[in-house]
């Protein structure tokens, strides 16, 4: 009966451990890619597939950008040249008009243009170009009032390792997650004027709102340390 037992829990256990999300959700390599040949990247500007209208201010390129050179800072296996850089040598290679092509012909057919690609290449000699692109940015806002629901964040972003001079994707991974509001059943203070409910309590301790769907800061940072951190090590070590 025992052996039995333990026979479940440990059936249990695995089956557990294989229904948990894995981070990043996919990955692909190249077959031949060897880390070890390439030491330059250069990151091109974050490609967001969010229209306009859904993105006003365009946080899903500003909030990525940063984030992104952020954790790339933080590794040394690579030297990584930054957006700023790519935008320069576009704009001196005269093929600032191209830039758009390249986004949409990329972001729509994955698919690079490769005279932009080899015109960058020439001018910087990377070994490589990194393309993030944002797929999914989404805030669901729900009715503080409603016991079940709660408010949720999702991001999802795509990274592409390309080889500037044939195009070919060497490596990529795409993932996205979701992040919910914290609430708090107890703490829920209403006033009603003129038939309309508003609540006066419910706010942290810094002010913001507990029930409003989390910073896309919060889930962007969740979802480029999975990516960043499966970017193949070009060495065996890597900064503490």
């Not at 996919?26 to 250069?42: D, K, Q, R, W, Y």
Request: glycine content about 6%; overall charge negative; some cysteine.
């Amino acid at each position: 009966m025992r052996k039995t037992a333990i026979f479940l829990i440990a059936i249990t256990a695995f089956g557990l451990a294989g229904c948990r999300s894995q981070h990043p959700a996919s990955v692909t390599v190249e077959p031949g890619f060897n880390p070890g040949e390439h030491a330059t990247i250069l990151v091109v500007p974050v490609i967001s597939t969010i229209t306009r209208g859904e993105d006003p201010k365009r946080e899903s390129e500003k909030i990525p950008n940063r984030v992104l050179w952020e954790l790339v800072s933080e590794r040394y296996d690579y030297k990584f040249l930054s957006p700023e850089q790519f935008r320069m040598v576009v704009a001196k290679a005269g093929l600032g008009d191209r830039l758009t092509v390249f986004e949409t012909k990329w972001s729509r057919e994955h698919v690079v243009d490769l005279e932009l690609c080899r015109a960058v290449k020439a001018e910087l000699d990377v070994d490589l170009l990194l393309v993030p692109v944002v797929y999914l940015w989404h805030k669901d806002e729900t009715d503080y009032r409603e016991a079940a629901a709660a408010s949720a964040t999702q991001v999802g972003m795509t990274l592409s390792l390309i080889d500037p001079e044939n195009g070919h994707v060497v490596w990529e991974a795409t993932d996205e997650n979701v992040k919910e509001s914290v609430r708090s059943e107890g703490d829920r203070v209403q006033s009603s004027t003129a038939g309309i409910d508003r609540r006066i309590s419910g706010t942290s301790v810094s002010g913001s709102d507990i029930y409003a769907a989390p910073p896309f800061d919060d889930v962007t940072i969740m979802v480029l340390q999975a990516l960043v951190g499966a970017v193949p090590e070009r060495s065996g070590a890597r900064s503490q």
